[in-house]
């Protein structure tokens, strides 16, 4: 079984830590790590130390450090700009793309997205959504988490959009050519699909539109089998 995860702002630069907080909670309390255990810090930058508890009390524990890595960011970069969708869709979508891999996610406003992210409620929704990644990132053992930005709209979705999922498209994302280094911004529509204008748009915009295969998967899962296929024709799986 592998270690669980545990996030802080930064790594320790000394032999020893003491986790305390939220995630000293998590651990200590929660999961009930013991002297002797070993867990995993990461500072979600790509930093990750491993570490055994010498000391546990109540939501807190004393570590010694065993070693520390560093990763590099992924590249090309996996990007997903997401429709937004309604109840808990939304949040299903993010827990499997982020770990699934995802690096970096956006919400998009788009025309048939029956909830529309605005003022309070919009910064609540991200909350959540960013929220959603990190338990996703922990649980998923990642180096790095993955940005959940703020809401675009089609057009600034479109200035970044590299490939449109589409039912009608004839080309395969299994087959299309991709980048080597940079960023893959792939568009997911929501619930409704993407509409007529959207997909001009992202074309005009110099995206192309592709296709999983004959099944119209929903906007909670379409996300997450693309960046399964990504990640095979990229080597990071």
Not at 76 to 82: A, E, G, K, M, S
Not at 184 to 195: F, K, N, R, S
Not at 210 to 234: E, I, K, N, W
Request: glycine share 10%; aromatic share 4%.
């Amino acid at each position: 079984m592998s270690l669980p995860l545990f996030l802080v702002d930064a790594l320790p630069q000394a032999d020893s830590y003491t986790l305390d907080g939220p995630e000293g909670h998590h651990a200590a309390t929660v999961q009930r790590l013991r002297v002797g255990e070993e867990l995993l810090l990461g500072d979600g930058r790509g930093g990750t130390a491993t570490a055994v508890v010498t000391a546990a009390g109540r939501g807190i524990l004393d570590l010694r450090i065993t070693s520390v890595v560093h990763l590099d960011a992924p590249d090309p970069r996996l990007v997903v700009i997401q429709g937004i969708a309604k109840g808990e869709r939304g949040e299903l979508a993010v827990q499997a793309m982020t770990e699934a891999g995802v690096d970096e996610i956006v919400p998009w406003a788009a025309a048939r997205s029956v909830v529309q992210w605005r003022g309070e409620r919009g910064d609540r929704a991200r909350d959540r959504w960013s929220a959603t990644a990190r338990e996703a990132a922990k649980q998923a053992r990642r180096s790095w988490l993955p940005l959940v930005a703020s809401a675009a709209t089609t057009r600034e979705a479109a200035a970044r959009a590299t490939l449109v999922l589409h039912e009608e498209a004839k080309d395969r994302l299994t087959t299309v050519d991709l980048p080597t280094a940079g960023e893959i911004a792939l568009v997911v529509g929501p619930e409704g699909g993407i509409a007529p204008e959207e997909l001009a748009t992202f074309e005009a915009a110099g995206a192309r539109s592709v296709r999983m295969g004959d099944p119209v998967l929903r906007t909670s899962t379409a996300g997450v089998a693309a960046l399964a296929v990504l990640s095979t024709r990229l080597g990071r799986w």
